[in-house]
């Protein structure tokens, strides 16, 4: 599901701090510190550390295949896609050619992430590895280069509102005041 940042900041409140919206009241004070600043604030960190830890389940990626870039050959024959800066976290790619999604390694030193280094240890299309390698996508088999789908999770862009997407269960684990 897609929220608004004020959307997401009002239910950050409500789950966190059990306050519900007043739309039939305003109350403006000048002094002191600003509560819904540092309730946003606190819900961005979740909502960061929600992405780079939660299980699938929770997450709403975004499909990115149509505005990523094609993919590079690389000399050991693999490819490579970089990721948009935004990018916290790939949860799924497939290339064409595939039978199935491939598992995403995230530590490249991995024993898995380096048999994929030797085209004699390398994964093929029945089980294909993508290593995440910093803002790089290293995918093995590489036959045939069209991506077929690319999830990811994306941030909302530092210093903007954004849009938050997450599957509503993601709500519950918003810790509460006295936790």
């Given at each position: ?63 990115i ?11 050991d ?31 490249r ?41 690319l ?29």
């Amino acid at each position: 599901m897609v929220y608004s940042y004020d959307e997401m900041v009002e239910l950050w409140l409500l789950h966190r701090y059990h306050e519900t919206a007043r739309t039939d009241a305003q109350v403006v004070r000048a002094d002191g510190i600003d509560l819904r600043r540092l309730a946003a604030d606190e819900m961005r960190s979740w909502f960061m550390n929600l992405l780079d830890t939660a299980s699938r389940e929770l997450l709403d990626p975004d499909d990115i295949s149509d505005v990523a870039p094609v993919p590079e050959r690389l000399a050991d024959g693999r490819l490579a896609i970089t990721l948009p800066e935004s990018c916290r976290r790939v949860v799924g790619v497939r290339l064409a050619g595939w039978e199935r999604s491939a598992t995403i390694l995230t530590d490249r030193e991995s024993a898995a992430a380096r048999r994929q280094c030797s085209p004699m240890s390398r994964a093929g299309s029945h089980c294909p590895v993508a290593v995440v390698d910093g803002r790089r996508l290293i995918m093995s088999p590489s036959e045939p280069p069209e991506v077929e789908q690319l999830l990811v999770c994306l941030a909302p862009a530092e210093g903007t509102r954004g849009v938050y997407r997450l599957d509503p269960r993601a709500l519950s684990t918003i810790p509460q005041i006295n936790d």
